[in-house]
């Protein structure tokens, strides 16, 4: 469960800031949007190799 704590004088919109970084760092609505439909295992797999495709395809940003 996701919560903050309001500080002494510390603004709604100050607080609705952190809350929404708190939130999204949590990986709450990820996870929710994973779980609201079924994924076939071979199809799991299948978009987990492109992705690691693509990330080892992807440039190092240390070339610079």
Known sequence: MVG???GE???ID???KRF???YE???VLKEF???TFFVKPSIKNRM???KAARRAH???NMER
């Open 4 to 6: 903050i704590t309001l």
């Open 9 to 11: 004088n510390e603004s």
């Open 14 to 16: 100050r607080a609705l």
């Open 20 to 22: 929404k970084k708190k």
């Open 25 to 27: 760092r949590s990986g």
């Open 33 to 35: 949007k994973k779980r």
């Open 48 to 50: 987990e190799k492109l």
């Open 58 to 60: 992807r440039p190092d």
